[in-house]
Each structure stands twice: as C-alpha cells, then as structure tokens.
C-alpha cells in the first residue's frame, strides 16, 4: 500500500520561502511521476508542480520561476521549495501519486503567507 508522509510548512511572512517534502513508501518511487496540489478556502484543489520518474518538471503558471519541484529517489523523497511567496499562495498543499489507477494523497500541510 503506497503511503505518503508530509512535512515542512507553516507560517511565512510574503517574500519568504518554506520548504515542502513528502516521503514515500509502498511503492518503487523511482517510476513514478509525482505531483504537488493545493487547495485554498473556497477553492478547488489545484496541481501545482509535477516532476516525471526521468526528473522533466512542470509548473502552474502562477509559481513559475518561484517554485522549485525536486525528488530524491534515494530516499523516496518528493520536495517542493517556495521562494518569493505570496498571500495568494495560501492554501493546504498535498503531494500525490497515481498507481495502477489509483491516486494517493499526502495528509496535507497549510502554507500561511501573511504579515
């Protein structure tokens, strides 16, 4: 059974950076594309980065150039790094992956920007 542990998080002034990871079992991590989504008040879950088993990135135009989607295959690790963030950046983030059809979600972890 595919398992996903997040961490990191919290509370950051706009303009600064946190730092997301998720860590995974359960599964051969290295095959897999892997997915960072959000999901603001009120708002429909969006996806965020997506990083492919051969490491080629993809990002919702919002955090272009801000944020950085990595993965250590080593240690089963999924990272999302967030620079320059926003009030608008606000929201639970939660890592995914798809496995033989089904999809596996992270517990989620709230982002706050906020003065």
């Known amino acids: 059974q595919v398992h996903l542990v997040q961490s990191g998080g919290g509370l950051v002034q706009p303009g600064g950076s946190l730092r997301l990871s998720c860590t995974a079992s359960g599964m051969n991590f290295r095959l897999y594309p892997l997915d960072w989504y959000r999901q603001a008040p009120g708002k429909e879950r969006e996806l965020v980065a997506r990083?492919?088993?051969?490491?080629?990135?993809n990002y919702t135009d919002s955090v272009k150039d801000r944020f950085t989607v990595s993965r250590d295959n080593v240690w089963n690790k999924l990272y999302l790094q967030m620079n320059s963030l926003k009030p608008e950046d606000t929201a639970v983030y939660y890592c995914h992956v798809k496995s033989r059809d089904r999809d596996f979600w992270g517990q989620g972890t709230q982002v706050t920007v906020s003065s």
């Open positions: 990083i492919t088993s051969s490491g080629i990135t």
